[in-house]
């Protein structure tokens, strides 16, 4: 790998553990505040409402401007959100804020990889960033668990600075400031990427002129016989897994009895899966055998199903570990597959923006439908049933629908994965 990528994999660890760090301290600064359940369940749409409404724009933003100075830019735009939870805005619009941070942070993080590494080299880099973004993800539980905890808290309160009131009195405030330096920690990543040979593409005059642009990237990807199988796995894939960090910490308080700080480590857990699994994917796959893992998506599912069975911790640890690695395995692959495909179709950026757009949307859609069933009283048992029935009925179908691809588009899709082999050979 060349040494920018390390800077890469750097730069996304330190905003990526802010990010679920963060999560964490927005929870527990709602329950400290006495917000209803559906409040807390909305932090999962809200992180990704700017996603969806910004896709036309954010990719193109990317292949503007060198990838590491929008990341930069992004990294900014959370500390503002940071500093709006800190300084009393409503914690769900704050960080809404730190939401447009992160949906013009990503189609620079994954963009650059395809400007700066060969294809032969795409399902390594990418097992290697989802592997250490599930690692900050199992940190950055972690840390926004402890941060909150009573140990931890007290002594961050009791540092005061001379002469100025910081106005920083609870838990969740303490561990808020601290996260800030962790995305400064981030920011200063950035500005060490080195720029691509990659020529910019110009923003338009008219910004609205993107929306069809877009639109037309969109239909591309949905067309194309390997990018809507990538695409459709993706987007379920994520838009459950979005919802199933909120989902685990309200199952492990109603299961378990845990508090905010214990049940972040049971989250952990499941990333820890997730990244063995990814990192086993990055060594076993190649490009042209990514469609190999859907079957995995219909265990995934059916696993979720059997969270409701558990009550013991000791038997839960284990089962939440394989669970986050058939995930791991799963979307380690498709995601790579969806990258080589938006880039021969069209730029990194708007490739990403539109992978974005679809998966974010779908943790909208499913955390608004959480959120609202939480409010009519629907419990975290019936959430993970209806959850995991949806992962493992749309996993089936597609399946089907990349057999049915086979079968009558066998040209069109042996054409496409000879691409897939070809350009995995080369580099």
């Known amino acids: 790998?060349?040494?920018?990528?390390?800077?890469?994999?750097?730069?996304?660890?330190?905003?990526?553990?802010?990010?679920?760090?963060?999560?964490?301290?927005?929870?527990?600064?709602?329950?400290?505040?006495?917000?209803?359940?559906?409040?807390?369940?909305?932090?999962?749409?809200?992180?990704?409402?700017?996603?969806?409404?910004?896709?036309?724009?954010?990719?193109?933003?990317?292949?503007?401007?060198?990838?590491?100075?929008?990341?930069?830019y992004s990294n900014g735009i959370k500390i503002v959100g940071c500093l709006m939870m800190l300084f009393g805005t409503h914690p769900l619009l704050s960080y809404a804020i730190v939401g447009l941070g992160a949906a013009a942070y990503s189609p620079a993080k994954y963009g650059i990889l395809t400007e700066l590494l060969p294809a032969s080299q795409?399902?390594?880099?990418?097992?290697?960033?989802?592997?250490?973004?599930?690692?900050?993800?199992?940190?950055?539980?972690?840390?926004?668990?402890?941060?909150?905890?009573?140990?931890?808290?007290?002594?961050?309160?009791?540092f005061d600075f001379p002469v100025i009131d910081t106005g920083i009195d609870t838990a969740p405030e303490a561990a808020i400031s601290i996260l800030i330096f962790v995305y400064l920690a981030a920011a200063w990543f950035n500005t060490r990427i080195p720029h691509t040979d990659v020529p910019m593409r110009p923003m338009p005059r008219y910004l609205i002129s993107l929306l069809p642009d877009f639109w037309h990237c969109n239909s591309r990807l949905w067309r194309d016989r390997l990018g809507q199988i990538s695409l459709s796995t993706t987007t379920l894939f994520w838009g459950v897994s979005g919802n199933l960090r909120y989902i685990v910490l309200a199952w492990a308080s109603a299961a378990l009895g845990y508090s905010v700080t214990q049940a972040s480590a049971l989250v952990g857990v499941v990333a820890v899966g997730t990244a063995v699994g990814a990192v086993a994917a990055s060594i076993r796959m190649r490009l042209d055998q990514a469609t190999n893992v859907l079957p995995m998506g219909i265990g995934m599912g059916l696993l979720v199903i059997f969270l409701n069975f558990i009550s013991n911790v000791w038997v839960a640890a284990p089962f939440l570990v394989l669970l986050g690695g058939l995930g791991g395995f799963l979307v380690v692959p498709m995601n790579a597959l969806l990258q080589h495909r938006g880039h021969n179709l069209m730029g990194a950026g708007r490739s990403i923006a539109v992978q974005n757009f679809n998966e974010q949307s779908c943790i909208l859609g499913l955390g608004a439908f959480y959120s609202l069933s939480t409010g009519l009283g629907l419990s975290a048992f019936g959430a993970i049933t209806v959850f995991g029935m949806v992962v493992a009925?749309?996993?089936?179908?597609?399946?089907?629908?990349?057999?049915?691809?086979?079968?009558?588009?066998?040209?069109?899709?042996?054409?496409?994965?000879?691409?897939?082999?070809?350009?995995?050979?080369r580099g």
């Open 1 to 72: 790998m060349k040494r920018g990528f390390y800077t890469i994999m750097s730069a996304q660890f330190f905003s990526s553990l802010a990010d679920n760090a963060l999560f964490v301290g927005a929870v527990q600064l709602l329950r400290s505040t006495g917000a209803p359940e559906w409040q807390q369940a909305a932090l999962v749409p809200m992180f990704a409402l700017f996603y969806v409404v910004l896709a036309p724009f954010v990719g193109a933003f990317a292949d503007a401007y060198p990838k590491g100075r929008v990341m930069l």
């Open 122 to 158: 795409l399902v390594k880099a990418n097992g290697w960033i989802e592997g250490l973004t599930i690692t900050s993800i199992i940190l950055g539980v972690l840390m926004g668990g402890q941060l909150v905890s009573n140990t931890i808290s007290t002594q961050l309160l009791a």
């Open 393 to 425: 009925g749309f996993m089936w179908v597609i399946k089907r629908w990349h057999e049915r691809n086979c079968q009558t588009h066998a040209a069109d899709v042996e054409y496409l994965l000879e691409i897939a082999r070809n350009d995995a050979r």
